[in-house]
């Protein structure tokens, strides 16, 4: 039997598009995560905190690919500088690693942990591939749902996003981590840019609910950034074919009852 492949954060909404399409390929997989998950045929899953390292080097005993989808809002450069050093110990072959679009333009410290993340897989001697990808609709859903909760919603002025379906990532991941390490590799973005305001109606609209907007700036060299489209993908970019809007239809349609 094939060595496991590791899926870093294999229970998370990436995570759980990739694991499948890995298995679909034929391959064993080890997910790990904090808090674990059912065993499937072919999935194993196994606890460990990338935060404190507790857990990672048994996690990646054995394997000769490692996918590292596991983030969360802080640390993920603590946690991917834990993971690496477990796979340069564990002699692991390829290491695949989902960054963020703007991670080396954008001035946010969570944007910043994302780069120097991005910076300790490249320099960690494990053959390596990384791609940056934009926000997935399923986040830009979740905080146009909590927008769109307030009386009022702000628009910051300037703000464009460019999001991407996350089976589109997935696909594209595992795509990278049955091939050969190929370094950072063309970004992968949603087909259209929107501005804040657009993916605000179009949600509104789908929900046929009205709210006031009123307009904001964000302020500081970040909303500097952002005014700039330093978060929207470069030349050379990969885009994805599925819209916000089928995204939207397809998330919030809901059959009739009866
Ligand atoms: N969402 C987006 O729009 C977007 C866009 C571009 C790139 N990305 C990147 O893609 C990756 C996946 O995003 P996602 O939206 O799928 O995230 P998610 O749904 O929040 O899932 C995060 C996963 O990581 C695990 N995890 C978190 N902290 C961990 C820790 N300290 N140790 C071990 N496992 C941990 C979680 O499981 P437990 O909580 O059980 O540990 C979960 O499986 C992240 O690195 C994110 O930065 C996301």
Do not use: C
Request: glycine share 12%.
């Amino acid at each position: 039997m094939n060595a496991p492949i590791l899926v870093t954060g294999g229970t998370g909404t990436l995570g759980r598009l990739v694991v499948p399409l890995l298995r679909d390929a034929g391959h064993p997989v080890r997910v790990l995560s904090r808090r674990g998950g059912r065993p499937a045929d072919g999935v194993e899953h196994v606890t460990a905190d990338l935060l404190t390292g507790a857990g990672v080097d048994p996690a990646v005993r054995g394997v000769g690919t490692v996918l590292h989808l596991a983030g969360g809002p802080k640390g993920d450069d603590v946690a991917t500088r834990h993971l690496v050093d477990a796979a340069r110990r564990a002699d692991v072959r390829h290491l695949v690693f989902i960054s963020v679009v703007g991670a080396d333009r954008v001035p946010l410290a969570w944007l910043r942990s994302k780069q120097d993340a991005e910076r300790a897989v490249a320099g960690s001697g494990v053959p390596w591939t990384t791609l940056r990808a934009a926000q997935f609709h399923d986040l830009t859903l979740t905080m146009v749902e909590k927008m769109a909760k307030l009386p009022v919603v702000p628009i910051p002025g300037g703000l464009r996003l460019q999001p991407v379906d996350a089976r589109e990532v997935a696909a594209r991941m595992v795509k990278l981590a049955l091939g050969a390490p190929a370094g950072l590799v063309p970004e992968l973005a949603g087909p259209r840019v929107y501005g804040l305001d657009e993916l605000v109606t179009g949600y509104l609209t789908a929900v046929g609910r009205r709210r006031l907007r009123l307009p904001v700036r964000l302020p500081g060299k970040a909303g500097r950034a952002y005014r700039n489209g330093d978060n929207l993908a470069g030349p050379g970019a990969t885009l994805g074919v599925r819209t916000w809007e089928a995204f939207l239809a397809e998330r919030l349609w809901q059959p009739a009852a009866g």
